[in-house]
């Protein structure tokens, strides 16, 4: 029989009740489910609407419920229609009478609300030490690599000279703005929509302030009808995750082309690589083409969930129910790319060598010979034009700028002296970027230097 079959006449139907029922998802929140009640007793009692026995009797049996879930002394019954009919349930079975008025001044319309807000405080919490995770591993390899010389690409054609450690530092730039994200979330969504009721409060005398307060929320919500339909605090969760999986898709569509045979600029390690059932030679970056891939279903779940709320009247309907298998997946994919990325990049090779190599052609310091003019005297438009035919002359011999006699130089233009050479060595193009947020090692230093404090902060 269900919470509410009072009213009801006929048999259940059981395609019906399955395609009802949330308990095979909804049980991930007992603790929160259980913990919610406690609260709303406690306020009960302070109110004088259940006495301090009838409180006693009910924390007492909830505690053992969730001690028993722990245990799994108690299974959660799979036939049950949801998590919060479950735990009344099962309560009334321990406690009896007692039991029956856990459910004063309450909805499982508030009871829901409550619950996916608690647990989303946990797991925007779990995110956040996982980001922090990543941003220690990201600042390790940036402290490791200040003078790891590689190409930076624009349209992925080598464009100037950069280092690893700066573009490690773009990652985490933006791996640290997802973490504001996630608390600027935590700190809109941090009210407690209890005592709401099914949507116009109620006439029990609660004390919503209280319950707020030991459920350690800011405050109560103050729109009955919005705190049972407010799912804004979940289409912004998933946008935060989307947005972290977004960066960790483009990460890691740049470890997999580093990690070819063309580039080689980096190893992944074998506990984080996949070979072939027919090519043995292979040692495929499966873990970062499955971030990549998996990206697309949290952009899903974002999508769903706005496209469900959009036609959704006031208050709360069924379609909500559907929030909970979407933030679910969401928030578990996340949380594994997370951790597997992180591990991937901890274990990952750099091939210095080749990333310096590869920095030292394709004409990388072309804008540094142009510079070179214009400290000499000659307009920068001039001085490109004058560069672009220098390159063209070497793409003709199949040589560098560094490859060049002075003779050549010249020929080109009377204004290129000795100096060029040590003016477009690779380090000299790296050393000389020294305003703020530029490569170069000295400055990229203080700014790991700050990045470590605002980790430590
Ligand atoms: N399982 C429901 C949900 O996830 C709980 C709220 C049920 N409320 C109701 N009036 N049927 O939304």
């Known amino acids: 029989m269900k919470l509410w079959g009072g009213r009801f006449t006929k048999e259940e139907n059981t395609l019906v009740d399955q395609f009802n029922a949330s308990i095979s998802f909804d049980q991930r929140f007992y603790r929160q489910d259980i913990r919610g009640s406690i609260a709303h007793v406690t306020m009960l009692a302070k109110q004088?609407?259940?006495?301090?026995?009838?409180?006693?009797?009910?924390?007492?049996g909830l505690e053992g419920i969730l001690a028993d879930v722990e245990s799994g002394a108690l299974k959660i019954d799979p036939d049950a229609e949801d998590i919060h009919s479950f735990v009344?349930?099962?309560?009334?079975s321990r406690i009896g009478s007692a039991g029956k008025k856990l459910h004063t001044?309450?909805?499982?319309?508030?009871?829901?609300?409550?619950?996916m807000k608690l647990y989303i405080r946990d797991e925007i919490g779990a995110l956040d030490a996982l980001l922090k995770e990543l941003l220690l591993t990201l600042l390790t390899l940036i402290e490791e690599n200040l003078e790891t010389y590689m190409p930076g690409f624009t349209h992925l054609q080598k464009a100037q000279p950069v280092t690893a450690a700066h573009h490690f530092g773009a990652y985490f730039e933006m791996f640290l703005r997802d973490r504001s994200r996630l608390s600027d979330i935590q700190k809109r969504m941090n009210t407690c929509p209890l005592g709401a009721g099914a949507l116009a409060g109620t006439t029990y005398p609660l004390d919503r302030e209280y319950t707020a307060s030991l459920l350690g929320f800011d405050c109560a919500t103050r729109n009955s009808m919005d705190s049972v339909s407010d799912r804004d605090y979940l289409i912004e969760l998933c946008s935060a995750m989307a947005t972290v999986m977004m960066h960790l898709s483009r990460f890691s569509e740049e470890i997999i082309l580093w990690n070819s045979n063309e580039y080689q600029f980096v190893e992944l390690d074998d506990a984080y690589s996949t070979?072939?059932?027919?090519?043995?030679?292979?040692?495929?970056?499966?873990?970062a083409e499955l971030v990549r891939g998996k990206t697309g279903r949290v952009y899903g779940a974002l999508t769903s969930i706005l496209t469900t709320m959009k036609g959704i009247p006031l208050a709360y309907n069924k379609d909500m129910q559907e929030d909970k298998e979407l933030v679910f997946d969401a928030i578990d994919t996340t949380k594994g790319c997370l951790a597997l990325f992180?591990?991937?990049?901890a274990t990952m090779k750099l091939n210095k060598k080749v990333m310096e190599k590869s920095a030292m052609n394709g004409f990388t310091n072309a804008t540094d010979a142009a510079d070179y003019l214009v400290n000499h005297g000659v307009p920068f438009r001039d001085a490109h034009g004058i560069v672009g035919r220098l390159v063209l002359y070497c793409l003709d011999k199949g040589i560098t700028l560094d490859d060049m006699s002075l003779e050549e130089y010249k020929a080109i233009s009377p204004v290129f002296e000795q100096d060029i050479y040590e003016a477009i060595r690779l380090k000299t193009c790296v050393e000389k970027r020294t305003t703020l947020g530029a490569?170069?090692?000295?400055?990229?230093?203080?700014t790991a230097e700050e990045y470590r404090r605002l980790l430590e902060e």
């Open 48 to 60: 004088g609407i259940l006495t301090a026995s009838e409180k006693e009797q009910i924390i007492a």
């Open 88 to 92: 009344e349930a099962a309560l009334i």
């Open 105 to 115: 001044g309450r909805s499982r319309n508030d009871q829901v609300a409550l619950d």
């Open 275 to 287: 070979g072939s059932s027919i090519m043995p030679q292979k040692k495929n970056p499966d873990i």
């Open 342 to 345: 992180t591990g991937m990049l």
């Open 439 to 446: 490569p170069g090692p000295s400055v990229m230093k203080r």
